[in-house]
């Protein structure tokens, strides 16, 4: 039976990173560039930034911009709970993104220029992807290479692939566990981590410890 089974592939994601020659210097400069930009250089700054291996105050590039540039705390804030794994496109983000905006200028006095140097810079990235020479065919197969692949194949599978399938909840891992597998629950349990509350590390702790479960479960029920 295992012969039959589609195995999983893990593909790795490296990302190049593109300057598009576009910079703000003030709120009103980014507000009309993010009217603008390629859709590409929003899931540079939203979605990839997870990617980036490190967790700070805010949650995407033009919150931490906001917070520690233009000193706009509260802005920061507003922009940090937009959660872009709700969202079914990129352009929906977008406008997510604008409406916060032009909230806060509508309530608040408009924010001056930052400091010469701490101008934000739109950037999007080249996104190369191949696969590492790593195949599963049972949940055992696939908990050990959980435990051992990169982060960015991590990256690639659970959180580019919410955008990729287009679903917004659904990813690789999970969709391969229910649809090849036939193992639902695990898969629900899996796209019940929330992307946006962990760090690629947090996650592959999460799908570990849930793989472990039924692994030893599973170990037990041939046993007995």
């Known amino acids: 039976m295992t012969d039959s089974v589609q195995p999983f592939e893990f593909n790795q994601c490296v990302s190049i990173l593109k300057s598009t020659g576009s910079r703000a210097k003030n709120l009103v400069e980014m507000r009309r560039a993010i009217s603008r930009i390629d859709e590409e250089s929003i899931f540079h700054h939203v979605h990839q930034y997870f990617l980036k291996g490190h967790m700070l105050e805010y949650t995407n590039d033009f919150s931490q911009w906001a917070g520690e540039s233009l000193e706009q705390r509260a802005l920061a804030e507003r922009l940090s709970c937009i959660d ?128 472990e479960e039924y692994v030893r479960a599973d170990m037990e029920g041939v046993v007995q």
């Open 84 to 211: 872009p794994y709700t969202f079914k496109t990129i352009d929906a983000v977008r406008n997510e993104i604008i409406r916060e905006i032009d909230d806060f200028l509508s309530c608040s006095p408009e924010p001056g220029d930052v400091v010469k140097g701490n101008e934000f810079y739109f950037n999007q990235t080249v996104s190369l992807i191949f696969p590492v020479g790593v195949k599963t065919k049972n949940l055992a197969e696939f908990l050990v290479a959980i435990q051992h692949i990169d982060s960015g194949s991590i990256y690639y599978h659970f959180y580019d692939s919410r955008v990729r399938l287009g679903e917004g909840i659904v990813d690789d891992f999970s969709r391969w566990i229910e649809h090849t597998l036939f193992r639902k629950e695990i898969a629900d349990r899996i796209r019940a981590i929330d992307p946006f509350m962990h760090s690629i590390e947090s996650i592959r702790h999460h799908i570990s410890e849930i793989l």
